[in-house]
């Protein structure tokens, strides 16, 4: 690998687009009411919301290359490199914990797993890889924890159950979920969870095949070249996924299934790859400086990314937490007394929902724009 710059504004761009739509699909006005596009698909199948997580690890494996990984080529301490992401690994994790603990504070039966918790572990799990490995054993092993997750979801029997069935809380991972996590799992289902731990193994490959696109963007070749090569691989994974999804394993992102895996891989190739090539590899600089201009929104949010997404969704608590009493004497959320106005609003219970998400994103950006200006990142 050279001497690739350490930040990307295209980069920045991409991680603060992921990071404003995962902020608007979690804090809808009403969870009745959405758009279909900012909901999870009901089980097998993926909405645009579907795309926002594996993005959000491949931008993670795409930073570890051009950070961890050229550190550790240009000859720095390998394990004190470790050391310092094991660290910012249990910092995330128990920020995700923290936030499943608000505000019941109950140890007994708060969830474990979480978005927060999955980056860790992806963050932790792949930071050796990044330091020791080179991009042949990387993709060696990505294929290897792919053919084993297929293995077990497949033909490893469920007691009771039996083998290969992929129908909520009946498949293998849930049944690991349930042995190693029961009580403290999803509460919307009790028997399995999004986050749970065997499939953290695909979801782990997502954030490894962000770090291979990272070494495409680390090595000595022209940048329009390395546009040509994302473009292209993106293409080659929606034909990969958008297969297996018929032969294999039906494209679900509660399962991370390797159909799902590979598709959101390819989605997110295509989309980072056309971010690249707008702000960094466009060889008119007249377009790269337009593109910046409307990319500085996505920058801004990019530079705290973690920061915002985990402030979100504690304020998002606290406005169901906070009660309020009311003239007739019983008590309302602070978050429906806000969304009380926008609800009333003529413009339909989806469109009012989508306002709501809205302006609490633009509050979210607000936070993040001051920060900018004051200089403030924090490195979590």
């Known amino acids: 690998m050279h001497d690739a710059p350490v930040r990307l504004t295209s980069l920045d761009a991409f991680r603060g687009f992921t990071i404003a739509a995962m902020v608007l699909v979690n804090n809808p006005g009403d969870w009745g009411n959405l758009h279909a596009q900012l909901a999870h698909a009901k089980w097998n199948g993926w909405t645009f919301t579907d795309c926002i997580f594996p993005f959000f ?22 394990p004190r490199l470790l050391l310092k992401l094991a660290k910012r690994a249990a910092l995330i994790f128990l920020i995700g914990f923290l936030l499943n603990y608000i505000p019941r504070f109950d140890l007994d039966t708060v969830r474990i797993p979480g978005v927060l918790q999955r980056i860790a572990l992806c963050t932790l799990l792949a930071a050796p890889l990044v330091v020791y490995l080179g991009w042949r054993a990387q993709l060696a092993v990505v294929t290897a ?59 782990l490959c997502s954030q490894l095949f962000g770090v291979l696109a990272g070494r495409v963007l680390a090595a000595n070749l022209p940048r329009i070249e390395q546009t040509v090569w994302m473009l292209f691989a993106g293409l080659v994974f929606l034909a990969l996924g958008s297969s297996l999804d018929a032969v294999l394993m039906p494209i679900n992102k509660s399962l991370w299934t ?18 690249y090539w707008l702000l960094d590899a466009n060889p008119y600089a007249i377009v790269r400086e337009r593109a910046a201009v409307w990319a500085r929104p996505f920058v801004i949010y990019g530079m705290n990314a973690l920061f915002i997404f985990a402030l979100s969704g504690l304020i998002a ?34 469109n009012n929902s989508l306002i709501y998400a809205i302006l609490f994103n633009a509050c979210m950006f607000a936070i993040a724009y001051f920060m900018w200006r004051k200089r403030w990142f924090v490195k979590v």
């Open 57 to 78: 690890l491949f931008i993670g494996g795409v930073a570890m290359t051009l950070s961890l990984g050229r550190l550790a080529a240009s000859g720095a301490d390998k």
């Open 317 to 350: 608590k606290m406005l169901g937490f906070i009660k309020l009493a009311q003239p007739d004497g019983s008590q309302l959320s602070l978050g429906r007394m806000l969304y009380a106005p926008i609800k009333a609003l003529p413009l339909g219970a989806a």
């Open 145 to 203: 924890l792919l053919a084993l997750y297929s293995v077990l979801m497949l033909w490893v029997p469920v007691p009771g159950i039996g083998a290969g069935v992929l129908e909520p809380g009946q498949d293998f991972g849930a049944y690991i979920d349930r042995m190693l996590l029961d009580g403290h799992m999803w509460v919307q289902s009790k028997t399995w969870d999004p986050e749970g731990l065997v499939s953290t193994i695909p979801a």
């Open 258 to 275: 390797v159909s799902y895996c590979l598709l959101m891989t390819g989605w997110a190739l295509l989309a980072f790859g056309i971010f």
